[in-house]
């Protein structure tokens, strides 16, 4: 039998119904095996897409510092490659105050002493940036910059040691030119010259009182000699925290010294920026507001009350000014308090710091009016200027002697007090104290046909006014000689003074003979024994065996020499006990000239006694255009050793030879030289040119108290008092020689100052002997100062 391929069909019969408990386990395997590899797979997803997003987060984080600040992400440096770095943006990377010294001294520079612009100068400051100028002879560091820096907050720098600091900003510094400073010096009539030199600030300074905020005021200045007086010069700058930049916002000068100070003038509760320029009895000031610009960068602007516009539509209100503007401040003042009352007090801003700044004036003529002058014309000059016109005319009435010394006042007068006798007409033309004084310097100035012709134009004068004006003019008959002596240089005189309390009129020689010699009250006689003198043309010294007068007119031709005639006023400077320095002026009244030997008769306050102490210079005389002051820096030998070393050791050598000819160290073998720079490193010196020969020499003024210093003490020693004797001085040449010294047997010759005369090319010292004072130049033919 065949075997038939079975066929495979499903069984039909006895079908069953599926077992439930069959099904669940047939169905429940298969399902528990996905939902395990489901929940694997999600987790791994979810964690890839979280990651993914952390990192998109953070990768646009730092991609959005690297944009607005790149300083922030700068720590990504340490774990970048060199050619991968962040380019900081606007910064560069930040630095120590060590760092920041050493890149400006690479560049010649010098770090200045750091100002705070907070309270915590670590959170930020203000740091000057000097420069040594070429050839210099004093001040030689000039500000050249002004730099802010800003601690870093990064986490890389805020976590070391040091703090680290930012260039926020930066402004360049040159100093205002020559032209500028001195221009504060000149009156209306005199001609400003266009001097373009650029002079030095020297000094920064942050104004310590209460400022207008936000922000920091700081004040750049630097300062010259002229005459015996001193100028200051500089900017005002101002440090916007907001826009975290620096503005220059004024630039000022100061003819008496006096720096710009914050003080509450006008009344609307905020400082203002006042300058002192007031010159002699002219007091000057301006004033300055902080107002608002729409500006950007430069928010605010200081903004000068001035007096040129008036401020009010007012017809009195006007008048008020224009007399103020001539400098009879109290008269305005006096006016415009009648103006406020009539208003009741309602008056525009502008117009009230107006009214504030004569106020301010008026309050200073005031004090000076109400002073005791030793001199009629002083006290003439303080009278006028406060508007004080009758009192002016009692002082000039008061004697013959008045009258010419007043006479000479007006002859000099260049314009102060003719615009102000012009001004108080204009107002009022028939009051008859002004006509009586403008009537006097028409005559004194321009001929007695002038004044005469001038009074009798006036359409209300009475006969009586008329008769009582031209006998004042009739005073001034006494000083017609004097008045024509003419002399085209102002007086230049140095010399020693002393009072003295009996003057015989014919001993002296005086422009009008028939002037009697008197004193007014409060004055004395002084005696200036002249040392030397400029006679237009060159300096002569004493004793002046060459000076011979014509014997007719001889007391003319020595006016006129002397440059007394144009300016007749001279310094009295004294030293009180504690070395300060009082100085009175007085006025040169006549001349004596015996053998070889010139003086002069000035009167003028007393003045505190010198008492005749070896430590005190002697009292100097001298005119205001006679000298001007030479003060260098000083250094210490220990810095002078840094730039010229063989220098130094040559000079100690010499100091400590000259210290025991002396007998200030006792006498034998000269200390080494590292012991010499032990004791004497800190000594102060100056280096200036004195021969000029374009080559600095060295100036070591040496105290007692520093000489004493280098003895062992002894009793003797101990007994002795350093500050019994004064202060001694050595110079050395550019080839180390010693060219000056106090060292001498002489112990009463002592150098007082250098300075600088006029038509020398070369300083002088002003040096003071046993009998008086003498400028000594230095000469080049005989090598000496002589």
Known sequence: MQNRPRKLTPKTSKQHKPHAGMVKRIVKKPQKKLKRGSWLSSMLASAILLSSASLIMAFAWISVLFIFNPDQVSWLNKILPVWAQIPLGKHERPQT???????????????????????????SFLLPVFQQRANCQSDCEELVELRVYERSEELEFKSQSENYYYLATQLPVTGPEESFVISSLLDGTSELQDITIPLPLTEVQRFEDATPSPGVWFDLHGQRQQGTGLIRYGYVVYYNPERRN????????????????????????????????????????QVYQVKPLKLFLKPIQLEAITLKSPALNDYAYQNALSIARSGLWTPAWEWLKFIKKQRKGVLPEAAQAQIDLIRLHSQLTKTQAEKIWGSPSQ???????????????????????NAQEIATLLKTDEKRLWNRMAAALRVNPNRLEVQAWFALILKVQQGEEHANSWLKAQPKITKDNLAYIQGLLARLNGESTKSQISSTHPSQIVGTVQPITQVTNTDWLQPNSLADLKLTDNQVWYQVEVSAFHNGKRWLNSPFE???????????????????????????????????????????????????????????????????NVLQPKPLALTNAALEWVQPSPITLRELHQQN?????????????????????????????????????????????????????????????????????????????????RDRTIILSDRNEVIYTDFTGNDLQRLSAIAKLSGVQSLALLVENARNYSLRRWSEKNQRFE
């Open 546 to 612: 060459n000076f011979n007068p014509p014997k007719t007119d001889a007391a003319k031709f020595l006016w006129k020499t002397l440059g007394i005639s144009s300016d007749p006023e001279i310094q009295i400077v004294v030293w009180l006990p504690n070395g300060e320095q009082q100085i009175t002026i007085a006025a040169i009244k006549a001349v004596q000239l015996r053998g070889k030997v010139l003086r002069l008769l000035a009167a003028g306050p007393k003045m505190p006694e010198n008492q005749n």
């Open 97 to 123: 105050l060590k760092q920041i010294q050493l890149d400006l001294s690479k560049k010649n520079q010098i770090f200045g002493e750091t100002l705070p612009l907070h309270q915590k100068v670590e959170d």
């Open 379 to 401: 006290e003439v000059l303080a009278d006028v200027i406060d508007g004080r016109w009758g009192k002016a005319l009692q002082v000039f009435e008061a004697s013959p002697h």
């Open 246 to 285: 620096l503005l220059q916002m004024l630039s000022w000068t100061s003819p008496n010294g006096q720096l710009p100070k914050w003080r509450q003038v006008t009344g609307d509760g905020k400082k203002e920026l006042v300058l002192d320029q007031t010159i002699g009895l002219e007091q000057q000031f």
């Open 645 to 725: 070393p063989q220098g130094v050791k040559v000079i100690l050598s010499s100091v400590w030879k000259s210290l025991q000819q002396s007998d200030e160290v006792p006498r034998g073998a000269i200390p080494s030289f590292e012991q010499m720079q032990e004791k004497l490193g800190d000594w102060p010196v100056q280096v200036i040119d004195l021969t000029n020969n374009a080559q600095p020499e060295i100036i070591l003024t040496i105290s007692a108290g520093a000489i004493a210093s280098l003895n062992q003490p002894t009793p003797e020693s101990q007994k002795e008092n350093p500050e019994q004797r």
